[in-house]
């Protein structure tokens, strides 16, 4: 399980952001990757048998690095003050669908789906909603589904519909969208509650239809 012990990292970590007090506190930090890691691989081994794209995943590969790409930033802060896990099948060039969970003080949460596919994969998700578009509707209003995950996230949504489709599509605000994702929050006693686990794998089966939907047009 995760323990306070990550969050508390994170969150000082958040007011000493410096190569110095990072160095000074390795071993926490190690402690932290260790909890997530651990997390994951339970993640992956009981979600992959019901999801089996994913059963293959290096839990080491699905963690995001703390480390930030400061290159092209204002914020030179070193590093995140958040942990980040991504499931989902195919290598990092694919692109896929899949589950996140994200762990920060105060701003913990799980959501699922594909963020900013690129053009060729946009293309392919639209045409399948505008073909599929009774399905794709089926699987956003189911019961559980909606009272979890609420609406589609509109970030980034464009205000004109997209090339090739007219503005009276039954499907255009779908179309419109350039991310396809859905999200839930957690709070931190959660987070650090012994049913977190529990709770993620009835999460990832819950958005499981949505993310396969997904990755249907794309393969």
């Known amino acids: 399980m995760l323990t306070k ?3 508390q990292f994170l969150e000082e970590l958040s007011h000493n952001n410096t190569k110095s007090w990072f160095e000074q506190h390795r071993n926490r930090y190690t402690q932290a990757q260790f909890e997530i ?3 994951i691989e339970i993640w992956l081994n009981e979600f992959g048998k019901i999801d089996e794209s994913i059963a293959h995943l290096d839990p080491k590969k699905c963690v995001f690095r703390i480390h930030r790409d400061v290159r092209f930033s204002a914020n030179k802060n070193p590093y995140k003050t ?3 896990a991504y499931l989902y099948k195919g290598d990092k060039q694919a692109n896929y669908a899949g589950y996140y969970l994200h762990i920060e003080p105060g701003n913990c949460f799980f959501a699922a789906g594909n963020y900013m596919p690129l053009p060729e994969q946009l293309a392919k998700i639209r045409q399948e909603i505008d073909y599929n578009l009774h399905d794709f509707q089926k699987i956003l209003q189911q019961k559980q ?3 979890i995950f609420g609406n589609i996230s509109s970030e980034n949504k464009l ?3 997209p090339k090739g489709y007219d503005e009276d599509n039954k499907a255009i605000e779908f179309l419109k969208l350039k991310s396809f994702m859905v999200s839930t929050k957690l709070s931190d006693e ?3 509650a012994k049913s977190i ?3 993620i794998i009835q999460l990832s089966k819950t958005v ?5 939907f997904l990755n249907n047009a794309l393969d």
């Not at 499981?208 to 396969?212: G, L, Q, R, S």
């Open 5 to 7: 012990h990550t969050l």
């Open 37 to 39: 890691k651990s997390f």
């Open 82 to 84: 958040n942990l980040g």
């Open 145 to 147: 589904f909606k009272e």
């Open 159 to 161: 205000k004109r519909a």
């Open 190 to 192: 959660k987070i650090c």
């Open 197 to 199: 686990q529990t709770s």
């Open 208 to 212: 499981k239809p949505f993310v396969d």
